[in-house]
C-alpha cells in the first residue's frame, strides 16, 4: 500500500519530457519532488508562475513564494510570474499538456467531485472548474477509500461535481486504473495489494484483464 508520497512518486513517472503541467491541491502537489531529472517539464500554478520547482527545505522557504494551495514552494531557473488572467488564458487555452487533481470521488465513467461537501463552509470551486473543463490529460491522485472505509472509485458520484467524463487516469494508495468507456480498468496493483483487496474498495466497475503487475518505480 503506498502513502501519499508514494502515490505522488507513481504519478511523476506518467510526466514526460517537455511537458507544461498544473498540479492541483493536496497530494499532486508532491509530484514535483519525483520527477526524473534527466528531463525537462514546466509546472504551472494557477496563481501565476510557471517554473515552479520541488518543496523548499526546512528553513529555506521564502513566504512569499507560494502555490495555489498557499504552500511555500522554489522557482527553478528561467522561471515566470504573471497575473491570473494569463494563468487561466493558458488553462482555458488548453497549452497545459497534463493536469493532475486531487478527488474526493471519481465515477467510473470519468465524473469528478473534489470541491464540496454539502453542508460544509467552501469559497466556491476555484480553478478546478476551468482545469477540468480544459484539460484532455486529466490523472487525480486520491485515496480509495474515505476514513470509514467507504470506496471513492463509484459508479456514480454523490457529491457535487466538478466536471463530467474528464478523468484519464487514478493513482491511489492501492492501484493505478485507467477510466475506459466500461469502467475502472485495473492497470497495476500497490506492493503488498491484492487484486481482491482492490475489488473490495472499489464499488464502481472494476474490469481486470489477465494478470496485474505490481507497481514498480
Known amino acids: 500500500m503506498l502513502d501519499k508520497n508514494g502515490i505522488a512518486k507513481r504519478i511523476a513517472q506518467e510526466v514526460e519530457d517537455g511537458y507544461y503541467v498544473n498540479l492541483g491541491i493536496g497530494i499532486p502537489t508532491l509530484v514535483a519532488n519525483y520527477v526524473r531529472e534527466d528531463i525537462s517539464v514546466e ?3 494557477e496563481n501565476g508562475i510557471l517554473g515552479m520547482g520541488p518543496f ?6 521564502d513566504a512569499d513564494l507560494i502555490n495555489a494551495g498557499k504552500q511555500t514552494i522554489t522557482a527553478l531557473p528561467g522561471a515566470s510570474y504573471f497575473d491570473s ?3 487561466f488564458a493558458m488553462i482555458r487555452g488548453k497549452h497545459v499538456d497534463l493536469t493532475i487533481l486531487g478527488a474526493m470521488e471519481v465515477a467510473e465513467n ?9 453542508g460544509k463552509m467552501v469559497k466556491g470551486m476555484g480553478g478546478a472548474m476551468d482545469l477540468v473543463a480544459s484539460a484532455e490529460n ?5 485515496m480509495h477509500t474515505n476514513r470509514a ?3 471513492k472509485l463509484l459508479k456514480r458520484c454523490s457529491l457535487p461535481l466538478t466536471g463530467v467524463g474528464c478523468v484519464k487516469k487514478i493513482v491511489t494508495n492501492l492501484a493505478v486504473l485507467e ?5 475502472f480498468l485495473l ?3 500497490a506492493p503488498g495489494v491484492s487484486v481482491d483487496d482492490i475489488k473490495a474498495a472499489t464499488e464502481g466497475n472494476l474490469i481486470i484483464r489477465g494478470e496485474v503487475a505490481e507497481m514498480n518505480f
Open 43 to 45: 509546472f504551472q500554478s
Open 138 to 142: 486529466i490523472i487525480v491522485a486520491m
Open 149 to 151: 472505509g467507504e470506496s
Open 179 to 183: 477510466v475506459i468507456d466500461d469502467g
Open 56 to 61: 523548499p527545505f526546512e528553513g529555506e522557504e
Open 85 to 87: 488572467a494569463m494563468s
Open 187 to 189: 492497470l497495476e496493483r
Open 110 to 118: 470519468g465524473d469528478i467531485a473534489n470541491w464540496k461537501i454539502p
